[in-house]
């Protein structure tokens, strides 16, 4: 019972699609976890499931001590949820809300304003909790939901891209709170996220889900480490005729072309690049620049998935940019 | 932890229902928009359609024959009386124009579910401890209340417009009346709550609105007596409940002749019928939100 998050076979089938599929894993308290994967692999499902917003089709999970189908009442009550949408009633201020919310929990009056105020303060909402959410900016919404996530004080907190379509620079700032506010109440983060440099940088422990199944579960280092290999980038004039003898190399397993850029996919790093450079040398070719990297997230999520983040980020950024005219239209 | 937190079965309820007032009278606009309707039909219908005056109005004669006036008024007063129950129809209109706000206002409470949905506010909600049937109750209760203050206003109006009170009327009566719209009201709110829930966009809840508000309208006798109707449509306005619930207030406030057991027994089981199945749909709608 360690564990703030154990899944046991938990499924989800919309008719035939197996949106979910026997999927199995623990997240351990006080820790980071992330959901990575494409749209679709299943990551908003599970985590509905986890929230008990959903009902699985087949198995179960354990969360914070209480299983989401018979106690579903109860892991309500200990956990925070931020959804992916925007959820604040846009026709009252925030300080309405977060106390909306509160009520909803049960929880007593006196105790909620100080933690309402206490929450708007951290995220920084004080001055803006008497406006109209309609008045707020992204960043603002978020942080708003982020706070009434919260007030119930919860051992585990859901996020579904609680970065989706803000600026970098506001980003920064929400994860900011949010590292403040994990220090603060000692919570386990459940967050699913489309922006590699975040899970990277502030998750513990990554889960990449492709089709309803998790592929591969590890800290972002394990992951990195876990694609055999270095990479090997080469700035030179004349790459078609390069290409053509890197090829040859043995070692070499993928070779990508941008602009005068070579990104060299090798076994070894630092056996292959002087085999490259005498290579390369002898037939009259000079490199202005070498360099050997590490794999990045990024190539550990191609790996297990096939497809590349950044497109997948481009698109739900889409998404999400018309949720929002859609929200103004109304208004 | 314990004694932070109250969860007894109605926690949350009446948090839920003032803000849906409070969403209301927040934006007086709507409020005044949704009155529009109903004191158009009455300035408009209720005024030019003064039946009386088609033969108070109008002087006109039948060769060979010279009727004098009062007997042309009190052959159309009579005439009057047999069919709406009153010479004034002014009067009729308006008693008839409390249970149309009611059926609009019920509507409308469909309709804010909907895009409580679609906005992921009760996404929200069904995170939260908050019982199920809470949040369908907080919804028609609301609704309730809205339509009761908006039939007030109605009243109100009406009242100002010329609208004639039975002789010896009492305090006793005008219970009866919000009696009666409250039975109707909560019926028809869990109606279009139940089916606002069920359906999946605002589309198609428009569509059911539109389908139903009309009809439902114009087959009960707000307009018109039931028995001025054709016989395929007696049936219908036989089981409409504004029908009752206008046979109830016409009693009441104008004194026309009708069955208030009859009206109030039917009233209480449309409400209570619909209120328990609205309720117990929508709660197993909500139950497997996917």
């Given amino acids: ?331 | 932890m314990k004694e932070e937190v109250n969860l007894s079965p109605l926690h949350g309820l009446w948090a839920l229902i003032s803000r849906e007032l409070k969403k209301w009278y927040k934006t007086p606009v709507l409020l005044i928009i949704s009155l529009i309707q109903p004191v158009v039909w009455l300035a408009l219908f209720g005024k030019s359609m003064n039946l009386a005056s088609l033969f108070t109005g109008t002087s006109f004669n039948i060769n060979g024959l010279n009727i004098p006036k009062q007997v042309l008024d009190q052959i159309a007063s009579e005439v009057l009386k047999a069919t709406f129950g009153t010479s004034d129809y002014f009067s009729f209109l308006a008693a008839g124009m409390l249970s149309f706000i009611v059926l609009f206002n019920a509507m409308g409470s469909g309709m804010s579910i909907v895009w409580d949905r679609r906005l992921g506010f009760l996404n929200k909600l069904l995170t939260t401890p908050i019982p199920r049937g809470s949040i369908v109750l907080a919804k028609i209760i609301s609704s309730v209340l809205r339509s009761l203050v908006l039939a007030s206003i109605v009243m109100l109006v009406a009242t100002l417009m010329g609208m004639q009170y039975v002789q010896g009327i009492n305090v006793l009566d005008f219970l009866g009346v919000y009696l009666a719209l409250f039975l109707m009201a909560f019926g028809l709110s869990s109606l279009f709550v139940m089916l606002a829930l069920r359906s999946s966009s605002w589309e198609s809840q428009m569509a059911i609105m539109n389908l139903l508000n009309l009809p439902l309208l114009f087959a009960s006798n707000s307009f018109y007596p039931t028995s001025s109707m054709p016989s395929w449509l007696r049936p219908v306005s036989d089981i409409n409940p504004l029908s009752y619930t206008n046979e109830a207030i016409r009693q009441l406030l104008l004194g026309i002749q009708g069955n208030l057991t009859i009206d109030f027994t039917y009233l209480s089981l449309f409400a209570f019928i619909l209120a328990l199945i609205g309720i117990i749909l929508s709660w197993r709608a909500l139950q497997q939100n996917n």
């Fill in chain 1, 1 to 331: 019972m360690d564990d703030a998050i154990r899944a046991i076979e938990l499924t989800k089938y919309y008719g035939s699609v197996k949106a979910v599929d026997h999927v199995n894993f623990e997240v351990r308290k006080g820790e980071i976890f992330g959901f990575l994967g494409p749209n679709g692999a299943g990551k908003t499902t599970t985590i509905k499931m986890l929230a008990t917003l959903l009902k699985p089709t087949e198995g179960t999970a354990i969360v914070s001590g209480y299983d989401i189908v018979r106690e579903a009442k109860k892991v309500r009550q200990s956990i925070g949820v931020v959804p992916q949408e925007y959820t604040a009633d846009e026709d009252l201020t925030g300080w309405e809300n977060i106390i909306l919310i509160a009520d909803m929990y049960g929880i007593k009056r006196e105790i909620s304003r100080e933690r309402a105020k206490e929450l708007l303060n951290m995220v920084g909402l004080s001055n803006a909790m008497n406006r109209k959410v309609s008045t707020y900016s992204g960043g603002m919404r978020r942080r708003l939901e982020i706070a009434i996530g919260l007030i119930n004080r919860p051992s585990i907190l859901f996020l579904d891209e609680p970065t989706l379509g803000l600026d970098a620079q506001t980003r920064v700032a929400i994860w900011s709170y949010l590292m403040d506010l994990k220090k603060m109440y000692n919570m386990t983060i459940s967050v699913t996220t489309h922006y590699l440099e975040e899970a990277d940088f502030y998750c513990n422990r990554i889960a990449i889900i492709d089709k309803g199944k998790i592929v591969k579960i590890g800290s972002p280092r394990e992951l990195k480490e876990s694609i055999k290999g270095d990479i090997i980038t080469l700035e030179l004039m004349d790459t078609l005729k390069a290409l053509s003898i890197l090829k040859r190399i043995d070692g070499v397993i993928e070779i990508k072309e941008e602009n005068n850029l070579l990104r060299i996919k090798v076994s070894n790093g630092s056996e292959i690049a002087p085999k490259i450079l005498e290579a390369l040398n002898s037939v009259g070719i000079y490199v202005t620049r070498i360099s050997i990297t590490q794999p990045t997230l990024d190539e550990a999520y191609m790996e297990y998935t096939g497809k590349s983040l950044r497109e997948e980020q481009a698109s739900s950024e889409e998404m999400f940019a018309m949720m929002r005219t859609l929200r103004r239209a109304r208004s």
